[in-house]
């Protein structure tokens, strides 16, 4: 199997057909490194000068400031963030700057393209002689940004440049124009080694009238061999045909990619967004999200976009991390998160939002005797046509409260959820209002408020929007029971009355904390804690969710903490409460603003371009391109959140609806669909595992066809000859596995990880003590999109049996190791002699 999907790679199609005599000769190799440090040597005294250019420009912006014009300011502050922008990305110390080199035929036209490339992609008739043979007409350098030599001509394409693409696609059985395909590793600025791959072995190509020599035996394989470290690197030097096609797909649509474990999904998402900002850097100034299943993944990954030259415009956060100021820390059981995931509680929800208005005993009301409210008198002196007759003269407002005003005790908190309430969900408003106007009292009773607040209810705005509503209908019945609207025939007058009998009442404090109490502003955290009390929750999920779930719901809802699902929860709650419009906050003065004569320094306190950048990143909630990573793990609920991040966007979603750990993938996809829209999707299929060896996908596709009977598993690209181990117990779990973990750290240069269920993860950290920072323990939920050089998976049964969903997880479970992999079976695994679990057994 691995000897067949090498053939399928552009790389390893490659190996079989060097075979030229002077990949022995050392010296042809010293002679083709010095070749390729010659060229290093001059990208690097091109970038010196470039960054003496932009020292240049940095002072130059400097002497532009001491003018002090608004125009010569702007003009600095823009320049100074160029020129930095420009220093930071030379002054980045690249590993491997520059990585690759591509010989090619003469092309079918003599067109250039921006990059000083031609642009020709198939060679020009004549550029193969009859008797196969052919010079070189064109060689271009890759690298991580494109360099132009003094006079434009290319000395580094970008690899992101149309020009650079045939480095990536080119096969033995499609080669286009290249011949030879060179991968150089660089450390610093000294060249270290060169791998060839012919394209088009039948030919005798010359390169300056010398034949030209071909080094080595593959660099992808070099490139997977290498111990692995706690981040991700990236794989700019050995993109496969496949993988490329993805990165560089047209972005207008929706690109859907799927494939196995290891297959590079994740890698290829994030070269994909490093490509779209080179392609098209205006359109994504509107910001890239990558939506990451765990902080975990975030950390591994997150190193690879600067290494490829990006930063700023790309965001990669967690799933439960996307709503600002909340953060996932805790894990729901697998029946609570498969309740909060579902489309089922968004009804809830909706419910939830209207309900917690309505307090705890079902009405709006209290307890007769409950709180009220005495308002002041209005005070309606000056409106035309009172006619002094009810009303109190001017200045009775103050002082004149009632008895009860000073019970304004409404909105006690309800418990606290979700890492603490911030307020907004009252355990039970106010059951009376009481207002006194043309000197008589007026009074609104808890059945009467209950008609209004439904009133108010009615619909689906936003609740916190219909506030202004609530109001309004209270006045309107404080007025109906003045019975002053029928008291003047004049229409005009009675307007003007009524005016100025809202204006009055509505400005009272008295008014105002009513108001506040009986419809307050809700928070997303407010409902949600409100949600906790299993009573009220009991109510809105009635019908929707079961007792059990209800329960259980209610119950982690009360930990001091939010889950992902909970994360979730928020951001629908934040769309269905809705924010009030709020009037603007004014610009704090700055006291330099008082004096006069100074107005040429104001630009200089504006804002700056970059600040405005900085600021507008911040504040971002919607994206121009969304990325989404292990997309087969979010819930409906989490599509919602993820789709109103990205209602303008397009999207590229990657996944593998094997790896997924969420239960019901037909409600998932339905949400998926609803989120993405109705753009077109243009569909990819990655079948080449670079992760696993053979040996290690093979025992895996074991458990795929039990998970997922009937679906292919990707072809593993290389064989280490090492078998899967089982590890028997003898004394104890915890004893095998830290034994196994240490034997692992001997065998291995990189990391080991330990994957066992979700409710030994903290047992299991506690076995490693000691060991080091190359191994981890790792719940199976945590271990998804990662990897390390040799993992130890603790009882598959424990896994399996963790969620309906189990033989997935167990699947992304055991393709985690590059290099080697150990079961340690417990109890539950019933293993046969040789330790070998029942569910890995043929
Ligand atoms: N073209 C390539 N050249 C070198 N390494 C590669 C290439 N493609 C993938 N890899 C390596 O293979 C490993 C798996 O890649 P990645 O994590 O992107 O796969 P994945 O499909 O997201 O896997 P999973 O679904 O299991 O999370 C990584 O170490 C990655 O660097």
Redesign the pocket.
Known sequence: MAAQAQQE?ALGSVHASVKDDSVKDDSVRDREISVEQEHLDRVYRRLEEKIHEAEFLMNDAAKRGQVGTPGALAERDAQVFRAGVHLNRLNNEFEDFLFGRIDLLLGRDGKKGPDGAYTAVEPAEGAVREDNSADIAETLHIGRIGVLDADYAPLVIDWRAPAAAPFYRSTPVDPGRVVRRRVIRSKGRKVLGVEDDLMRPELKASLGGRELPVIGDGA?MA??GQA?SHT????V????AE?DLVIRAPAASVTYVE????????????HRAAYLLYQDRRRYAGGILIVSPTPLLVAYTEGVLPSLGEEGQVAIRAIGSLVDGAEATLYDSPAVARAKGSYRMLKVLRKAARGVLEGPGGGTGRSAGGTGTLLGRTDTAGAPGNGGVDAPGPGARAGDRGPHAEQLAFGEEAGAAGGGSEGGAPAGPPTRLRVVAFGRRLELEAPELDRIKRNALGGTAPVNMLRPRARKLLLDALWAHSGAGTRHTDPELAAELRSSFDEDIASEDGFIEFLDAWWPELTPRGVLAAMADERRLGRWARRILNPGEIRRVARSLKRDGLSVHDVAMLDELQAILGTPARPRKKRDLDPLDQLTGLEELMPVREESQRERAERLAQERTEYAHVIV??AQDLTPMQWRMVGRRGRHATWTV???PA?SSWSDPDEAAEARDEALGTRPRRRFT?T????NPAEIAELAAKVLALAMPGSASPSAVRSTGVEPGFAVVRDSLAQAVRAEAARLLDRVDGTVGVVVAMNRREEAARWLAGLGDRVVALGSLEA????YDATVVVSPAEIADESPAGLRVLY?AL??A?QQLTIVSGDRDEPDANGVPDLLRD
């Open positions: 790679t992808l490139a997977l692995r991700m690197r990236d794989i030097a050995s993109i496969q993988q494939g196995g474990p290891g297959t590079g999904k994740t890698a290829v998402a994030l990573d292990e990657v996944g593998d790896q990655l080449v595992n670079y992760r998804k999109g990662l990897e992304v393709t985690r590059t």
